[in-house]
């Protein structure tokens, strides 16, 4: 009979090859007491954020330990005006209602975002969209949200006594 965590080390890694954002990525995972890790090397933290996301939103998965490295194959080397070139083109396309107001600033791969956006959600679509670009290594976002309420699970409010 399988343990709880031999069942969830299945799941977890069954998730992750249903996935397309990771299905060919090379990962190992091991879990303990409910604590998925994974370890692996990728292609971009794009996938590597994916990979994380994936094992935090299988049932039974407490936390998540993401040691997965990534490594740009040779020759993909980006500049910081190439990957902010990248950043603006991604949100003219994807996002074109959202990037007049959106500005980005790039330091050795490091994409700083700025600006205001009407919605929680617009937030989490604008650093979706940069995550996954080749030469970003990793997103800090300062997006104001103008309006609306952030989503479920996401923050934590202490009430203080009145």
């Not at 977890?12 to 996935?19: F, G, M």
């Not at 933290?45 to 740009?72: H, L």
């Not at 330091?107 to 650093?127: F, I, M, N, P, Y």
């Amino acid at each position: 009979m399988k343990t709880a965590d031999e069942e969830l080390n299945t799941a977890v890694t069954r998730a992750l090859k249903d996935d397309p954002r990771v299905a060919n990525a090379a990962l190992e995972v091991r879990v303990c007491g409910g604590v998925v890790s994974l370890t692996g090397t990728v292609s971009s933290w794009g996938v590597k954020m994916a990979a994380q996301e994936v094992a935090r939103c299988v049932p039974g998965s407490t936390d998540v330990r993401n040691g997965i490295t990534f490594r740009m194959g040779e020759g993909a080397r980006l500049t910081d005006a190439d990957v902010a070139r990248a950043v603006r083109r991604v949100l003219q396309r994807d996002l074109p209602g959202l990037e007049p107001g959106i500005c980005c600033t790039v330091s050795a791969g490091w994409v700083t975002l700025e600006g205001a956006v009407d919605h929680w959600k617009q937030r989490g679509d604008v650093e979706g969209a940069v995550r996954g670009l080749p030469g970003v290594l990793g997103v800090a976002s300062q997006l104001e949200v103008r309006v609306g309420v952030p989503p479920q699970g996401d923050f934590w409010h202490v009430g203080v006594p009145g």
